[in-house]
């Protein structure tokens, strides 16, 4: 049976604002707010962002590769094909993005709540998401396959033709989802759907094992 992750919160200190020196690869941010700026084709691979503010920031192509986000809280975030792979995160908010074509796979997601906003072409592919919990998302082919959730819900979410293949889950909430499409759906053991789901869901599991189905008989 899923369980829902405990709602997360995050307190931050008082942030000292980070200026507009831009990010650095490897670099040390600590106890900062970043508000308004424009990151776009900046390069902080492998850096490391501790009690931080992220607010309204453009992230068109940014990389920030194996980055490392933890006890943070990011805002309003825009932006076109951010590099996010095997960064990781622990007790981390995200709301309000606004974000396609981003690349996080690998990534480690540890106690993180993404609530509102809207994600396209999400590429979760291999990651470990461990009580991560969607909140009133619309999330858009975002592809779980080979990745492990755990202890995950998506309460009150949009998730239209996500990819489960291969995907380990266990106690995965799924049925406060509205699922459309999804496929890998022979994945989804582990998962809690809704009845109503299940019948949504008929149709992909008879193409996913093969099966022919007659109309009217």
């Known amino acids: 049976m899923a ?23 490897a670099g040390e941010y600590d106890a900062l707010e970043l508000r308004d700026l424009d990151l776009s084709g900046q390069d902080g691979r492998d850096a490391r962002f501790l009690e931080c503010g992220v607010y309204a920031c453009r992230l068109d192509e940014t990389r920030l590769r194996g980055a490392r986000f933890a006890d943070c809280v990011l805002a309003d975030l825009q932006g076109v094909a951010p590099d996010l792979a095997e960064t990781s995160w622990l007790d981390v908010v995200v709301s309000d993005p606004r974000l396609a074509a981003v690349q996080a ?15 396209d072409y999400l590429n979760l592919r291999g990651a470990t998401l461990q009580d991560v ?8 082919e975002v592809d779980f396959a080979e990745a492990t959730l755990v202890d995950v819900s998506f309460d009150g979410c949009q998730l239209v033709e996500p990819d489960f293949s291969r995907a380990r889950l266990e106690r995965v909430d799924l049925s406060g989802a509205d699922l459309r ?24 599991f008879a193409a996913q094992l093969g099966l022919t189905v007659l109309e009217g008989r």
């Open 3 to 25: 369980r829902a992750p405990r709602r997360l919160e995050v307190d931050l200190p008082d942030l000292e604002p980070f200026g507009d020196a831009g990010l650095e690869q």
């Open 105 to 119: 796979f690998g990534a480690d997601l540890r106690r993180v709540a993404v609530r509102g906003g809207k994600v």
């Open 133 to 140: 919990r969607f909140e009133g998302a619309v999330l858009r």
């Open 181 to 204: 499409a999804p496929r890998g759906v022979t994945s989804l053991a582990g998962a809690t759907i809704a009845q109503s789901q299940l019948y949504d869901l008929a149709p992909a």
